[in-house]
Nanobody
């Protein structure tokens, strides 16, 4: 059974940076796309970033240019480097793994929660202004 474990969340001042990691175990990693979503209190879960098997990266509009997603197929880790954080980035961040997919994936596919088969437990990110 696959498990996704996020780490790296915490409290940071506005303008600061954090790096989240998501470690996968239990099955192959390279044949699936990965993504990050977040959910703030009282709001729906929203797409943050996704990365296909080919390494194509897609981002939510509110994080474009500030966040970077990467994957390491050998270590089975997907990371999210978050820079220039602001109070609107405060949320619980979730890592997700898709079903087995083709080498290339569209933004529409990666931004859709239904594309993901497995989720991590989430890690809290709080940005103080």
């Amino acid at each position: 059974q696959v498990q996704l474990v996020e780490s790296g969340g915490g409290l940071v001042q506005a303008g600061g940076s954090l790096r989240l990691s998501c470690a996968a175990s239990g099955r192959t990693f390279s044949d699936r796309a990965m993504g990050w979503f977040r959910q703030a209190p009282g709001k729906e879960r929203e797409f943050v970033a996704g990365i296909s098997r080919s390494g194509e990266r897609y981002y939510g509009d509110s994080v474009e240019g500030r966040f970077t997603i990467d994957r390491d197929n050998t270590q089975k880790i997907v990371s999210l480097q978050m820079n220039s954080l602001n109070a609107n980035d405060t949320a619980v961040y979730y890592c997700g793994q898709t079903r087995r997919v083709a080498y290339f994936a569209t933004r529409q596919y990666l931004a859709h929660q239904g594309s993901y088969e497995t989720w991590g437990q989430g890690t809290q990110v709080t940005v103080s202004s």
